[in-house]
């Protein structure tokens, strides 16, 4: 997950500052396209489309060819190169007019077994030409619609769209086209976003829902589906993935305010996790991505409502949101809203906060994580399955009353270590009660059990309404900070401490979370060699580094609480 999003910023900052410009929202009906033979079926010359031509340059071999299949009709074109070094190779439909000034949109499907790119090449009322970079589009082995905008800079007569490979590989195109929004269909705005619902297409395109396009990087092996399986209303969008990287679905750009905080919701479901980022096209035309949450599968028991907040930069002239996945499986996508929230003030809390987690009860936290929390004078909170509780490598009954008696908060993590979205509601309900009548038997009656995380990570918004029946906070572990943004009891964000995760990390997002007045949740898991539920050495983290970094944590000054005093910190604020 976090790989495609962190190589599309590198890849946009490695092509240089470009202007993505925001689309109209509106896709123009297939009477206006400019292009003519779009879908290359006519061919005077034997294998060679009417008005196509190749090109290519560099130090590489190229080879093209007509074939005798496409994504419509009979015909496609081909790109094949080997022994690349630089350069690229491509087919290129003849120029055609177009109005300085005006806006296009271009299209083409296409199959690829690599990254590929889409370049304009205008012409000049005078004859010269020029160039402007539009965006890649990842591999894919089924055909895939990519959609690229751009505005003709002033002098320009005429244009022709290059969709090139420049490396070694393979490229079939098909059914491409140049339009003007003008001549379009009208696409409602209905809770911030065009076509949240999926239910509008267009002429030009009535398999697809408009202002949406599918969206891959990497060899997903990916392919999409406009279904009639919706949360609401009667379509929704689905991706499968088979490969590796990332594929999903993508909105158009569209213009948002500056220095605003929004909430993204959507509805999910399926067998694959589901990520959201977005991207932000700043005023001066450089690019950005933001990060937002994760969520887990739901397995196909039902659909899960996906929530975040973020606030966009100063000089946001527009944003494209992304929702994909990077995990072999299938996910099905519906009803996608960005609304308005009003704003922080001021935007930030009033101090930095950090919180120690532990989870599972795992008997190397409070042998080897206890006494370090206690000669540093610091508290965290311990989530518990009381089932687990005096089996072999994990924590007594007893453990769990010196905890509390030291003042270190006790939660729930389920009477035992089950993944939410595998049970019924019934079945939750008992584990979260029996949880609970479990614990208060150690703690006493008046101990008040108020927070929750769930066991893996893992939850839908159905589970959620169960456990928030139950306690005051959940927490996930998502990987990201609390900010005034995006707080929200009912899904507190964490960051899991791993294996691989060094000292100088964990001081890194300590120090962010007390410059950046923001709150930072660390998960641990085992302080020791490997915990004993299953989880593997992976989630355990050595005695001495836990040390070195709990040192710091003290140093710095930052406020250090439980869940239950950060929450009653932080909400009032």
Avoid at 50 to 72: E, K, L, Q, R, V
Avoid at 305 to 326: C, G
Wanted: negative net charge; charged residues 10%.
């Amino acid at each position: 997950m976090l790989f495609s999003r962190i190589t599309k910023l590198l890849a946009s900052v490695m092509l240089g500052v470009f202007t993505l410009l925001p689309v109209a929202q509106a896709l123009a009906d297939s009477s206006a396209n400019l292009i003519s033979n779009p879908g290359l079926e006519t061919s005077t010359t034997p294998g060679q489309p009417d008005n196509w031509t190749t090109d290519s340059w560099g130090s590489n071999t190229a080879a093209f060819s007509y074939t005798s299949t496409g994504h419509t009709g009979s015909h496609a074109v081909q790109t094949t190169v080997t022994n690349y070094v630089d350069g690229d190779a491509k087919w290129i439909f003849a120029p055609v007019s177009v109005t300085s000034g005006s806006q296009y949109t271009y299209n083409d499907w296409y199959e690829s077994s690599a990254t590929t790119n889409i370049w304009a090449q205008y012409q000049s009322t005078s004859g010269t030409f020029s160039y402007q970079w539009l965006g890649s589009v990842g591999a894919s082995s089924g055909w895939v619609q990519s959609t690229e905008n751009l505005t003709i800079p002033s002098g320009v007569s005429a244009v022709s769209i290059f969709h090139v490979l420049s490396s070694n590989g393979q490229l079939t195109i098909d059914d491409a086209s140049l339009v003007l929004p003008s001549s379009a269909c009208t696409i409602s705005n209905a809770n911030g976003l065009y076509n949240g619902g999926f239910e509008q297409t267009c002429p030009a395109s009535p398999t697809t829902p408009a202002d949406w396009q599918a969206e891959t990087y990497g060899s997903p092996g990916a392919s999409f589906a406009y279904t009639n399986g919706s949360h609401s209303g009667s379509y929704a969008v689905q991706t499968t993935m088979t490969g590796s990287g990332e594929a999903g679905w993508q909105t158009a750009w569209q213009s948002v305010a500056s220095n605003q905080r929004y909430n993204l919701t959507f509805w999910q479901n399926g067998t694959a996790y589901v990520y959201a980022y977005v991207g932000i096209t700043l005023t001066n035309g450089s690019l950005q991505y933001m990060g937002l949450m994760s969520v887990p599968a739901t397995q196909n028991t039902g659909w899960s409502q996906y929530n975040d907040n973020f606030v966009t930069p100063a000089n946001t002239k527009s944003i494209q949101v992304t929702i994909a996945t990077s995990e072999p499986g299938t996910f099905t996508l519906d009803d996608v809203y960005l609304n308005t929230l009003a704003n922080q003030n001021p935007v930030n809390f009033n101090n930095g906060v950090v919180t120690v987690d532990f989870d599972d009860g795992d008997a190397s936290t409070y042998n080897n994580g206890l006494p370090v929390l206690l000669s540093n004078s610091l508290k965290g909170t311990f989530y518990i399955n009381d089932g687990t509780l005096g089996t072999k490598g994990y924590m007594t009954k007893a453990n769990v009353k010196t905890l509390a008696s030291d003042g270190q908060e006790i939660g729930s993590h389920l009477y035992q270590h089950l993944d939410m979205v595998s049970l019924t509601s019934s079945q939750l309900t008992q584990q979260i009660t029996q949880n609970n009548t479990g614990l208060q038997a150690i703690l006493g009656a008046n101990y008040l059990l108020t927070d929750f995380a769930s066991p893996y990570g893992s939850y839908t918004s159905t589970a959620l309404d169960t456990v928030m029946q139950y306690y005051q906070s959940h927490r996930t572990t998502d990987g990201q900070f609390n900010t005034k943004a995006n707080f929200n009891p009912r899904q507190i964000h964490a960051i899991l401490v791993t294996s691989t995760t060094t000292p100088a990390q964990v001081q890194a997002w300590i120090t962010q979370a007390q410059q950046q007045d923001e709150w930072l949740v660390l998960v641990y898991h085992s302080i020791g060699t490997s915990p004993p539920g299953g989880d593997g050495s992976g989630y355990a983290t050595t005695p001495a580094h836990f040390k070195t970094e709990m040192s710091y944590l003290k140093s710095t000054g930052v406020n250090v609480l439980p869940t239950n005093a950060a929450l009653s910190t932080l909400a009032s604020q």
